[in-house]
């Protein structure tokens, strides 16, 4: 009877089988027998303290129900007596055991890349596999697009332009084998591919200006990791060193100003910079860190895991939090110098030199202001809690790893502004301002050499690391058991081997190194299926941040493995090659027409049997825009420029337009980027939130999207410098005109009704209302 009553207690709590008789059941195992004898035996099948003891128990119940009958829980159970040390070390242990995983451990998407070979049909490569698949359902490819479609669907794709007229004319007299090979080779060679290619990257790096929340402060050199991006994508860096450079950039190339650039992408979480509860945003920080290194770069929504074991994939809370284990001493940096060593030198002998020549003046100036510095700042410290001002005030040598953490997080808010030192000063007894004010004059004399440029992203607080702990129902206040850095159970496991430096852990070099090593092929399917979307208008998995059991299964499986494994073997991890791969391929070549029979039988195209047609995203809108009105400014990098805004808004204060009309003209990449107030073309066509990251933006229909393009300042602007360059280029002729319109907006001619409607629009109208009117059709909207 109790050996029954037993496994009925193990199948309620979702505990593996307990050993025979004879055997020595290991410290998990006891813990269970524990529990049977001190809880269930007493309340049976009730619930206890809010845990509901007939449905298996999480990591996280798990916790809960250790720390009640450790006493660590107000309801402190047993009552009547307390459970031995022994025996809570054996329920400690039990709850320390890896959850068993469910059997979604075999899901396709865990598994190693298969070696694929091709079907045997008429095409070959990757067309292979799709033309199988349709031949399958009687189905085939539909005929190539014309050349002028293509170059214009091509042109979008991979440079985020429209073809101009003189590279139409170029493409459509290149009569030669391999013109279209040709063309994609000057787009992956042009400046406009890193930019179109970076766009799509800084949707999943939830890229931004400024912080989000409430404050939504600026980060005025956010746009140097965009800048990184940009050049990366340009210069064709292999992906696993992408990867790399931005989870562990300054612990694997310490030394490299790109590689310090690039953890950048780490450090675009949103932040309330002058929140009080410190502990609060610190977990904050991490579990942003956390989740985005898993739905970016593993398409996995580990996030789901933070509370509880994953209800889906074979992800338990352990798991989350010793993935989170390697952001532990992260720290937020503003100090990045993104310099070469030779400019850099040059730069500090310059200051050198002006610090030797001041000095004198420097230290009387900082003797007079110290008490008030100490004053300021001592008075913002008395806001936080005892735990933090002890942190601030240890002495640096004797801090611990989580106080540094804090301190770094703490010392930004206590530490007083020029102006407010500048306004106590002014209030100082005439003995300290009168000599004060003289050295504030004496010391402009000798202006200040140019600061060093600065930049956003992240370093370890040393080589030790706070410890990190499972938090119950994921809260930061609610510590379990703790954790050290791991791999994920599903893809393999295993300990990490951090190897630290005098200024580092180790451990993001270790998590890098993992996401990108050979036997890890999910961060390059991810890759791959994200660069198909790109082309495509879908994935083959339909959820980019979602490879796991919820999510959408490859509709072409053996495909997607079969482009992963040569894009990691034969293209080295190029992207510039796997987007050749792609737009060479007689699937992307297809034209967009219709087919009843196929249209029948896949309805969603899921078989590709005809080329998707996409609308363009707000920012190649805008860039098609001014490109056609020959408006666009090609300038590449720096600061964001602040677009204008509609005159309801400007009123508010949000940001003050750039005054340069030229400044304003350039890429919709280089604009400012505004958490809280997305730039309301952008808005209107689906501008994804950057609060998080995004893998497919929305594609909605609003009546706002035709009204903001047909009543939008910059619009009409816009087309009206479209018509008086048709006018420059042609003449008055209204037949050149209206053709050269077309051509310019559409890539094509129009067609001999087009042309007479335009004559006769153009009688009762003018060229500007003409262009505005192209502006607002789907064929300037869409390619296909």
Not at 623 to 632: C, E, H, M, T
Not at 641 to 654: F, N, Q
Not at 736 to 755: F, K, S, V
Request: aromatic share 8%; charged share 25%; proline share 7%.
């Amino acid at each position: 009877m109790q050996n029954m009553f037993t496994v009925a207690i193990v199948a309620l709590l979702g505990l593996s089988a307990l050993p025979t008789a004879g055997q020595k059941p290991p410290s998990a195992q006891r813990g269970q027998v524990v529990l049977q004898k001190n809880c269930l035996s007493c309340h049976g099948d009730a619930k206890l303290g809010g845990l509901d003891l007939r449905q298996p128990l999480a990591s996280a119940k798990r916790e809960r129900l250790y720390r009640v009958v450790s006493g660590l829980d107000k309801l402190q159970m047993p009552p009547g007596k307390r459970l031995s040390a022994e025996e809570i070390s054996l329920v400690k242990s039990w709850v320390a055991a890896p959850t068993p995983l469910v059997a979604t451990a075999t899901h396709w998407a865990f598994r190693p890349v298969q070696a694929r070979l091709e079907p045997p049909v008429e095409q070959s490569g990757l067309d292979a596999f799709l033309l199988a698949k349709l031949k399958a359902k009687g189905l085939g490819f539909s005929k190539a697009a014309d050349k002028r479609t293509l170059l214009r669907r091509v042109s979008f794709d991979l440079s985020g332009l429209p073809p101009t007229p003189g590279e139409t004319t170029a493409f459509l007299a290149d009569t030669k084998p391999g013109a279209y090979e040709r063309v994609v080779g000057r787009l992956l060679a042009s400046p406009a591919y890193g930019e179109r290619q970076a766009r799509r990257w800084l949707d999943l790096a939830r890229y931004a200006d400024s912080e989000g929340f409430k404050g939504d402060e600026m980060r005025p050199t956010a746009w140097r990791y965009r800048d990184y991006v940009v050049r990366s994508f340009n210069s064709d860096k292999p992906y696993d060193q992408f990867v790399r450079e931005q989870l562990a950039g300054d612990e694997l190339w310490p030394g490299d100003p790109e590689a310090l650039l690039a953890t950048g992408f780490s450090r675009h979480f949103p932040d309330e910079s002058n929140a009080r509860n410190i502990p609060l945003r610190r977990q904050e920080i991490l579990n942003d860190i956390t989740d985005v290194t898993g739905s970016v770069f593993l398409g996995l929504t580990v996030g789901c895991a933070r509370c509880h074991d994953h209800k889906y994939d074979p992800v338990p809370q352990k798991d989350y939090y010793r993935l989170q284990a390697f952001f532990a001493a992260v720290r937020p940096r503003t100090d990045l110098v993104p310099l070469p060593a030779s400019e850099r030198v040059a730069r500090e002998q310059a200051l050198t030199a002006w610090e030797e020549k001041t000095h004198k003046t420097r230290t009387a100036l900082e003797t007079l202001e110290k008490p008030v510095r100490e004053r300021l700042a001592k008075g913002k410290l008395e806001k936080f809690p005892d735990d933090l001002k002890e942190a601030v005030t240890t002495p640096p040598e004797k801090r611990t790893s989580r106080q540094w953490v804090l301190v770094h997080q703490v010392n930004p808010q206590i530490e007083p502004t020029e102006a407010e030192v500048t306004g106590a000063m002014d209030k100082s007894k005439p003995e300290v301002k009168t000599p004060w004010t003289e050295l504030t004059k004496t010391l402009k004399k000798d202006p200040k050499p140019a600061a060093l440029p600065t930049a956003l992203g992240i370093t370890d607080v040393g080589p030790n690391a706070p410890r990190t702990f499972l938090l119950t129902g994921g809260l930061y206040d609610q510590p379990g058991s703790e954790v050290t850095p791991g791999f994920l159970q599903a893809l393999g496991g295993g300990e990490a081997h951090c190897t630290p430096s005098p200024t580092s852990t180790g451990r993001r070099a270790a998590l890098a190194n993992w996401l990108t090593s050979p036997r890890n092929t999910l961060t390059a399917r991810v890759m791959v299926n994200r660069l198909w979307q790109q082309h495509f208008g879908r994935g083959l998995v339909g959820t980019g941040n979602d490879f796991g059991v919820a999510g959408e299964r490859p509709t072409h499986p053996e495909l997607l493995d079969w482009l992963t494994e040569r894009f990691i073997h034969d293209d080295g991890w190029s992207l510039k090659k796997l987007h050749q791969r792609i737009v060479l391929s007689a699937a992307y070549r297809q034209s967009a027409t219709q087919n009843p029979k196929a249209s029948k039988l896949d309805p969603e195209n899921t078989l590709l049997w005809r080329f998707r047609r996409q609308r363009l995203e707000g920012e190649s809108i805008r860039d098609a825009l001014l490109a056609v009105s020959g408006q666009l400014n090609s300038k590449q990098g720096g600061p964001g420029v602040m677009a204008e805004l509609p005159a309801g808004l400007t009123t508010t204060g949000y940001w003050k337009e750039t005054t340069e009309l030229t400044e304003r003209n350039r890429r919709s990449l280089y604009l400012f980027v505004k958490r809280n107030l997305r730039y309301p073309l952008f808005e209107a066509f689906d501008f994804p939130d950057t609060h998080e990251p995004c893998a497919r933006r929305s594609q909605t229909t609003s009546p706002l999207q035709a009204l903001l393009l047909l009543n939008d300042t910059t619009a009409l602007r816009l087309a009206k410098a479209f018509a008086e360059k048709i006018e420059k280029e042609v003449g008055t002729d209204p037949i050149a005109q209206i053709t050269h319109a077309w051509e310019c907006a559409y890539n094509r001619l129009p067609q001999p009704d087009e042309l007479t409607r335009a004559v006769a629009f153009l009688k009762q109208s003018n060229l500007t209302e003409l262009c505005h009117a192209l502006f607002n059709t789907n064929e300037f909207l869409y390619v296909e």
